[in-house]
Structures are given as C-alpha cells and as structure tokens.
C-alpha cells in the first residue's frame, strides 16, 4: 500500500571498456559452466526486458550483464558460490538479490555484474501438526496469502500484494496484524539461509540462533534466506472501510492516528493508518484518507476511526474478504520513479499536524518543476502503540532496538512518483529530502524525535541500521563477521544497507 520507492538508478547505459566487459562476462560464464545455463536471461534473449522491466519501480530497471534465477535452495547455492569464487576481490563488478524488487533504491538490482532473482524460489507450505507456514522468499504477499487460506490460516505479512516475502521480513515487516504479533519477522521461527561459502543452514532459537535474531531487521547482511518458516495464525475474513476525504478533514484524521497510537490492547486487532496524497486521478485537490482493517472481520468495533466514519467521503468502501483479496486490491501502481522516506517520532499532534502542513507545501513546490498530472505524492502516518514494544522480546528477540521504549510513537512516509520521463528527478527528490529535513528538526524543536528509522521505508542515504542502537549495531558486526568471514555481503553483494558503513 506504501510509496515506499527511495531513491534513483541515474546509469542506464552498460559499461562499454572491452576490460569491464571481459569481467561481467566471465561472471555469466561462470554460471554457464556451472550448470545454471538454463537459468539464465542473457542481454540477447526475448524476455531479458520483460525481465528489466519487471520490477516495480523505474529506478530499478537496471539493466544487468545477466540475470540467473534459480529454482531451489542448491541452484542458489551452486549460483552464489560460483560468482563468488570466479573472480579477484579487487575487480569491479556486484551480485545484485531480488526478492520482490519493490524497492527503488537499487538494493536489488544492478548495471554492473549479475543479479539472481528469487522469483521462483516461491513456494509455500503448511504443516497443520506445527502449525507452521513454509514460505520462499519470491512469493508475492496476495499469492502466498491465497495458498495459505486454503488452510484457514495466514501469517502477518504485507499489506501490498505485490511486496515481495524476503525484504518485507528481512526488514521487520508492519503488517495488519502486528499489534498481536508485532513486527513480520517476530513470527519467523526459521530461517533457511544460504551463507556466502554456499553452505545451507537453518537458523532458529537452538542452532545458529545468533543468526535467527540478527535476520529479524538486518536485512542482507549475512546469507540469502530460502525459506521462512512462520507461526501460523487462524485466518478469518478481514474487515476494511476505506475512506477518501477532502483535505478540510485532514485534522480529523490525524487526530484518529493519534489516539490509536496511544490505544492499548484492547483494539489489538484493529490496525489503521492515515495518508494525504496529491493524485490528480483522483481529486484535483490534495485529499485526505484513512483505512481501519479489523483482522477478526468485525465490522462494529469502537476505535478511534469511529469519529471519522461521520463525515462525508467522497469515495467509500467497506467490506469483509479474505487476506488474499485484500492484498491484491491494494497494490500501488508500478512503473513511476519512486522516491520516499521515513521517520519516527512520538505520538504528538502538533508534529503530525506540521507533517501535513509541509506535505501542501511539497506540492506547490513540485508544481513548479512538473504539471500536476506528472507526478503523485503520499504521506502516510502509522500508528505505533507502546504496547507493540515487548513483543519483539516475546518472540526471542530482533535487532531494531525498540524493546526498552515506553512512548507511544507515529511512524511517518513520504513518497513521490513522477509519471514522465524527462521530468527532473534529483529536483523532485531533493525537495523530498527538504521536507523531511523540516520535520526532523520540527519534532526535535517539541522534543518529540526518535532515533528510528524504518528499514523497509527509508531512503538510500538514510542509514537504519545506525538506529538500532549500539548493542545490537555490535552484535550484527559480530554475526556478520562470523558467518561471512569474507565480507561478501559486505562488498560483493553491494546493494542494502550494510553494517560495515555503520560508523
């Protein structure tokens, strides 16, 4: 649901020196030789477009020297090994990895060497006795959904139904369902992981359990995970009414996300968050909208969403569905140069009430630059009750540092999308960048500012991992360098957020 596309891809172009095109070659070869010559897409064949074209933001269509896409946790294995081990550290070329590829900020793909696409490695399986969901990390969130409700159960997964599995858990993962279960990745009982040396291992409480807590939001620091296996939860319809609003309502609604954020347990099972979004498909004017999911399909619970449902939409929609339908009708459009970010900050009106006065702002700004038909903006505040806080613990422990907070918070996202090509995409973002900038100081000026940021929303020149905090910034050094002693994940495997650029 989330304009979550961070940053830009500016180098379209392949490297042309015959000594770069020598070493991305070898690479391709490489894999050839290997065995894996069937799961290659080569710059000469058919469906290599298709392919570029198949991630979800334009700033990720990079055009790599080739892509392999492996169909099982030993392909993978034979891939990864073998692109590491056919070259010197010292030549100039990445090993891209894509789950979903719904990021822009080119964490998943690359110009420069070969990126593996999970996309097939997307089955999903359950296990009635354990009550356990076996999911491959290039399932998308509405089909994994609609395999698993089969059983009458899901997981808490994505929202959007085109996210992909392994970088929505490898992040966190907010989900509908997190205010029992709390972050996606608190629900991972296991990891299956291929490290660097290409040795398969699990990851759990009892083997490798180092491991288990630092994937829980260190992202792609350590190995590729294959499989997530996932505690299992029943699966009743969910409830949604989706509302839009002029923008004159915009207080109402945040007034809405600020009492959620400072609801307790009792409302668990109801999630909601609020956004403002210039789009000119669907108001000419900035709008104002709020989405109240009760995951137990109960259509009349009291929630802070109630005091909204008096006013007057201009567009409603109310129903009970599966998870599955739920996801695939809430997917953001693909195809646009994404940019957004994020923040945290405590649950206080006044910051939330500066965040929608500045998004007016970026908009006039943008219409500047671009007719307001060629770009759409979202801001989305979440709520983030303090009850959510120990469940990290409760489920074995994460890295994202928040098990010892006692406020309540907002979680903030901005985004842009630009519809043309020509328009000016640095400008655009950097006046994105400005917004945010005036927030942060903002919420430190009332006191109000949090040391978090969101892996799966940030942009590329924030730095998440910095905010976990020092305890776990050295266990997740420690665990890197235990169990890629190399560094490949580090170096080779550049895209992400590493905790070796954590000063």
Not at 107 to 131: F, K, P, Q, R
Not at 306 to 312: E, M, R, S
Request: proline share 3%; hydrophobic share 40%.
């Amino acid at each position: 649901m989330l304009i979550i596309s961070i940053a830009t891809a500016l180098i379209f172009s392949r490297f042309t020196t015959a000594s770069t095109a020598s070493l991305t070659d070898k690479q391709c070869e490489a894999l050839k030789a290997v065995g894996l010559g069937h799961r290659l897409i080569l710059p000469n064949d058919t469906d290599y477009n298709v392919e570029v074209n198949s991630w979800w933001a334009k700033n990720s269509r990079q055009k790599a020297d080739c892509f392999v896409l492996p169909h099982t946790s030993h392909e993978l294995s034979i891939a990864l090994t073998s692109l590491v081990n056919s070259c010197s550290s010292e030549s100039d070329w990445n090993i891209a990895i894509r789950s979903g590829g719904h990021s822009a900020t080119g964490s998943s793909s690359t110009t420069n060497g070969v990126t593996i696409d999970l996309s097939y490695l997307n089955h999903t399986s359950y296990d009635a006795e354990t009550n356990i969901a076996s999911i491959g990390p290039g399932g998308r969130w509405q089909y994994v959904y609609a395999d698993l409700i089969k059983y009458g159960i899901t997981v808490a997964g994505g929202r959007d139904g085109d996210v992909g599995v392994g970088g929505f858990l490898l992040g966190g993962g907010n989900s509908y369902y997190s205010g029992r279960t709390g972050f996606g990745c608190d629900s991972v009982i296991n990891f299956e992981v291929v490290l660097a040396n290409g040795t398969i291992i699990n990851a759990n409480q009892t083997a490798n359990a180092d491991l288990w807590q630092t994937l829980k939001g260190g992202s792609s620091n350590f190995g590729v995970v294959t499989r997530f296996d996932m505690e299992a939860l029943p699966a009743p319809d969910i409830f949604s009414d989706t509302r839009f609003l002029t923008f004159d309502y915009s207080d109402a609604l945040v007034d809405a996300v600020v009492e959620f954020a400072n609801s307790d347990e009792k409302i668990a099972d109801d999630a909601f968050f609020m956004f403002l979004s210039h789009q000119t498909t669907v108001s000419p004017d900035i709008f104002a909208a709020g989405i109240h999911v009760n995951t137990q399909g109960v259509t009349d619970s009291k929630t802070p969403f109630d005091k909204v449902t008096a006013l007057p939409a201009f567009y409603n929609s109310t129903i009970v569905e599966d998870i599955a339908e739920a996801a695939f009708g809430s997917q953001v459009q693909s195809g646009a140069w994404s940019y957004g970010l994020t923040l945290t900050f405590d649950n206080d009106p006044r910051i939330a009430y500066r965040c929608a006065e500045l998004h007016t702002e970026l908009v006039e700004s943008l219409k500047t630059l671009m007719a307001p038909e060629d770009f759409f903006t979202q801001m989305f505040l979440q709520p983030l009750p303090s009850y959510r806080w120990p469940l990290g613990e409760q489920h074995g422990g994460n890295v994202l540092g928040l098990d010892d907070l006692t406020n309540n918070a907002l979680l903030y996202t901005a985004g842009v999308g630009i519809l043309t090509d020509g328009a000016p995409l640095e400008a655009a973002h950097a006046q994105l960048k400005v917004m945010a900038a005036q927030i942060a100081d903002f919420a430190k000026s009332v006191q109000g500012d949090m040391d978090f940021i969101y892996l799966n929303y940030a942009d590329i020149d924030q730095d998440p991992l910095s905010t976990y905090g020092a305890a776990n910034i050295e266990f997740m050094r420690d665990v890197a360098a235990k169990y890629d002693p190399m560094g490949v994940f580090q170096t080779r495997v550049s895209g992400g957020y590493k905790i070796s650029h954590v000063a």
